[in-house]
Each structure stands twice: as structure tokens, then as C-alpha cells.
């Protein structure tokens, strides 16, 4: 769902790129919603998730392996 704001929650994936192999982070915030992933657990679960690609800085190929997902510091409380 969210925070008690109304915001969706937000989460650091990690990435490893496929193609040139370097690691890179990405703030991914899912829509608002009811089923809106709250925790890690439930964003790796969500079909969304699936749906999301994600480009390297470096090389541009849209290959990666999530290696972690951690939320911001901020959320984790």
C-alpha cells in the first residue's frame, strides 16, 4: 500500500549487468495501489517486478541480474 502519507513505498535494487558485468543501484517505486508491494518479500513475489527492465549506465544493454533489493533508510524504521 504504501506509508501513512499515502506514498508508495520505494526500493534499492542492486544489478549486476549481463554484458559488461559492472554493478549498478536503481531506486524503483512501484504505483500506488492495493496490491502495491510494502516489503522486499512482497515486491519479489509481484508480477510488476517481471515487468520492469532496467538499462546499464555503461554498456546500455537491458540484461541484469538483481543480486539485492534493500529499502532506503528512511522506510526501513
Same mark, same amino acid.
Request: one cysteine or more; proline letters at 6%; a negative charge.
Given at each position: ?13 542492486? #544489478?549486476?549487468?549481463?554484458? =559488461?558485468?559492472? $554493478? &549498478?543501484?536503481? #531506486?524503483?517505486?512501484?504505483? =500506488?495501489?492495493? $496490491? &502495491? ?41
Amino acid at each position: 500500500m504504501g506509508d501513512e502519507m499515502g506514498r508508495a513505498t520505494a526500493f534499492k535494487l542492486h #544489478l549486476r549487468c549481463s554484458n =559488461c558485468r559492472k $554493478d &549498478s543501484t536503481c #531506486l524503483l517505486t512501484p504505483p =500506488c495501489g492495493p $496490491d &502495491s508491494p510494502t516489503d522486499i518479500d512482497e515486491l519479489l513475489e509481484s508480477g510488476w517486478l517481471q515487468q520492469q527492465r532496467f538499462a546499464c549506465s555503461q554498456c546500455e544493454s537491458i540484461i541484469a541480474t538483481i543480486t539485492a533489493v534493500t529499502m532506503p533508510k528512511a522506510q526501513a524504521a
